[in-house]
């Protein structure tokens, strides 16, 4: 069992910037892969961004590429993501999720993942 908690959202300006953290309870961090999604109202939820469990491999959704960077810290059992150049099209809720993985790529679909935080809200204005 892993227990993931976001923490970071808020209300910003477009063009601002937000740091979101996800800090895991697993025993071996670096067993998990970890992932970003986002779900905004009345929208399914979409992939955001993703990292192996090295922390070597990750990708992007197009939409956040060149704007978003994706980074995790052993040490603190810890996943951020890095949000610059916020646009309102990036207000939803975040979530973070963990997959279990001995390869040292990563996923980004949702069906894949084995566990997930309660979310945090990210409000873009204009």
């Known amino acids: 069992q892993v227990q993931l908690v976001e923490s970071g959202g808020g209300l910003v300006q477009a063009g601002a910037s937000l740091r979101l953290s996800c800090a895991a309870s697993?025993?071996?961090?670096?067993?998990?892969?970890m992932g970003w999604f986002r779900q905004a109202p009345g929208k399914e939820r979409e992939f955001v961004a993703a990292i192996g469990r090295s922390g070597l491999n990750y990708g992007y959704a197009d939409s956040v590429k060149g704007r978003f960077t994706i980074s995790r810290d052993a040490a603190k059992n810890t996943i951020y993501l890095q949000m610059n150049s916020l646009k309102q099209e990036d207000t939803a809720v975040y979530y973070c999720?963990?997959?279990?993985?001995?390869?040292?790529?990563?996923?980004?679909?949702?069906?894949?993942?084995?566990?997930w935080g309660q979310g945090t809200q990210v409000t873009v204005s204009s």
């Open positions: 999720a963990a997959k279990a993985s001995s390869a040292t790529g990563y996923y980004n679909t949702a069906a894949t993942y084995d566990w």
């Open positions: 697993a025993r071996t961090f670096t067993n998990y892969a």
